[in-house]
T-cell receptor, first 116, second 116 residues
């Protein structure tokens, strides 16, 4: 059983640029969530995708967008990068339905984004 | 909206001793889940233990146990026989029982140091 894989592990971008982060969900999982974790803080929910559609969103502006593909992998896109976007971005996969959906999430090791 | 508070930014414990990490939360819901996650330097969030709010019995997982006080909205984690590998950032998290997204709401974390 494979876990959640995120790429790249580290990334440095310039303010105003655009970035795409990628996530491969755990085998058998059909839901992907993205979280932003600023240094020294707990993760903040960005959004969740199920069946290739966004089905929940946290308090993040529209320049944060995402995609989910038929194989349940996902992308997080951030446009017009700001210095405050510097953070660890975590992807988590889960099952949306059934008893196993209550067992929480499987997280990846994250992508460390630095905006300069 | 739900909030999760961890009032201990840092804790330390002697190897083989017991330590308790505190967590309080605020919600108007009656059914929900509570989690403790561990985040080592590898950055991956690892599920330590989970508790369903409708269960009165406190959850236990080997050396890890919780003290769940629903009326007080308190959810502390006890680590017995602490090991060097327990050193990490620990996050308390809340998740609604229902709703489409069922995202996790995290506290700000407690950095646990285990002293040899």
């Amino acid at each position: 059983e494979t876990g959640v894989t995120q790429s790249p592990t580290h990334l440095i971008k310039t303010r105003g640029q655009q970035v795409t982060l990628r996530c491969s969900s755990q085998s058998g999982h059909n839901t992907v969530s993205w979280y932003q974790q600023a240094l020294g803080q707990g993760p903040q929910f960005i959004f969740q995708y199920y069946r290739e559609e966004e089905n929940g969103r946290g308090n993040f502006p529209p320049r944060f967008s995402g995609l989910q593909f038929p194989n349940y992998s996902s992308e997080l896109n951030v446009n017009a990068l700001e210095l405050d976007d510097s953070a660890l971005y975590l992807c988590a996969s889960s099952l949306a339905r059934g008893a196993a959906s209550n067992y929480g999430y499987t997280f990846g090791s994250g992508t460390r984004l630095t905006v300069v | 909206a739900q909030t999760v508070t961890q009032s201990q930014p840092e804790m330390s414990v002697q190897e083989a001793e017991t330590v308790t990490l505190s967590c309080t939360y605020d919600t108007s819901e009656s059914d929900y889940y509570l989690f403790w996650y561990k985040q080592p330097p590898s950055r991956q969030m690892i599920l330590v233990i989970r508790q369903e709010a409708y269960k009165q019995q406190n959850a236990t997982e080997n050396r890890f146990s919780v003290n769940f006080q629903k009326a007080a909205k308190s959810f502390s984690l006890k680590i017995s026989d602490s090991q060097l590998g327990d050193a990490a950032m620990y996050f308390c998290a809340y998740r609604s029982f229902s709703g489409s997204a069922r995202q996790l709401t995290f506290g700000s974390g407690t950095q646990l140091t285990v002293l040899p």
